[in-house]
């Protein structure tokens, strides 16, 4: 009779329910499992810290549509992993963390890494668990699986003890558990024709397009829907791409303007949360139409007319099917339209005199314009920090969905380097540019040799401006250490990023002027390794931060 460890049983039922890569970090006790993973045909990519790998796993569960898989070590590996946890919650991604933990015979003891793992996860996931057994591993993790991808996805935890991992079964007495699968719904085609007769009777109409959309791979579906009914269309950040930027109905650019004069909203994957402003901008006498896979969400913040409840592909291809066409015979000469594009063509000048700016240090707007133009059209774009992600959304366009990835709902810094190694492995075929903040890019730089290690041909860009938010000029930061009152947003001034890089065996290039910032991404892009581009930008000094933005 054979035998079998646990180790090997967890990276079996991995393999049987289709997970292709884990990201981690390996220690006691869960070395064995790493090990057990490789050996099964699983890819294992080794971090240098939790958050970072559990981010990876996150974003990757993102661009997947199945669960990202992390493994982190016990106690405080499970601990620094629950950033990535309740990223995927909120997000609404979804991610399946397996954490070792004590030998179960040495609970309450005082044991190794000892930590109440199960409880801790449980307000942050769908489900958190600890097989009774190394037999009912297969099924524990099928069920988390299932949890975190059907319905709402989010974010599952597995408790491993070292015994279950060092233990072993008899292989016979193994059971083979069916993968999990997705379950999909149509909308109430009742309320599906209420909200088509909506659509026929607005003057104004908007479709807001969210992330929800990216992850549901709705592109297809929402192209047809805009291309028949010809509103005037918003995405938001990570929604970017679903309907291509290019097209003529995009009112990105007139985003307040559009939200203001809206009649009929049709939300599609996008919840009524500080990114929209909670609703605060929407016209008051506006109806709302709300598709969204959790009816618990539909009506947060702003009361709806219309709830659509359902898989959101087969709710927009519903609604499509119920319209007759365009809302209007003449769409082009539509007063909103035609009002949204002047508004539209005004910022978009407004915008292109920044471009131009040719003071130095660089502004923020004219070195993303000079990253803009080495771009490649398939790029994958990895955008954090606070002032280089909120700038960066109004300069950068996409024609394909979920190549926009940013710090999204939860607003995390530190996402940008895991989600940047996750994307180069889902997109293999594309190019990667992580354009951080220096603030942002302190969270998580050693992951510079995990993309060197992985051999990921990754660009990262960081927009050093020599603090948070605002930084300082070298003088007036000695002037004011000096007197007592440097800023608690300062970072030292001119930090040699790309040393880093170079130590780590990456390419490093410091770059002050548009022409240097040109050329290094051109040398970046001819590289097949990492390469970090470490970009002199003007600090901005000392100026008092005002966060009522996200309430107006």
Known sequence: MSSITGAQVIAKALKEQGVTVVFGIVGIPVVDVAEAIQAEGIQFISFRNEQSCSYAASVWGYLNQRPGVCLVVSGPGVVHALAGVVNSQVNTWPLVLIGGSCETNLEGAGAFQE??????????????????????IPNVLQTAIRHAMVGRPGAAYIDLPADYIQGSISSDGLQHIEPARQIFAQADTAAVEEAAALLQQ???PLIVVGKGAAYARAETEIRALVDKYQAPFLPTPMGKGVVPDSHKRNASSARSSALRGADVVLLLGARINWILHFGKKFNPQAKIIQVDVHPEEIGTNLPIDVALQGHLPLVVAQLTAAIPGPFVDLPDSNEFIVALQQHALKNAQKQAAKYQEDQLPMTYHRAFFEIKQKLPS????????A??????????????PRRRLDCATFANMGVGMGFAIAAQLFYQDSRVVAIVGDSAFGFSAMEIETAVRSRLPLIVVVINNNGIYFGLEADEYEQLEQAGKLPSTALLPDIRYEMIAEAC???????????????????ALAYSGVTLINCLIRPGGYQKLDFAWMTK
Do not use: W
């Not at 793992?117 to 600890?130: F, G, H, L, N």
């Not at 398939?378 to 920090?385: A, H, Q, W």
């Open 115 to 136: 930590c109440l793992q199960v409880e801790m996860c449980r307000p942050y996931t769908k489900y958190s668990a600890r097989p009774p057994k190394i037999e009912m």
């Open 505 to 523: 065996g990456a390419k490093g290039h410091l770059v002050r002027t548009p022409d240097e910032l040109a050329a290094a991404m051109d040398r």
């Open 378 to 385: 398939d790029v994958v774009l990895v955008s954090e920090g």
């Open 387 to 400: 002032n280089t992600m909120d700038i960066a959304r109004t300069v950068y366009d996409f024609d394909q």
């Open 202 to 204: 607005a003057k104004s």
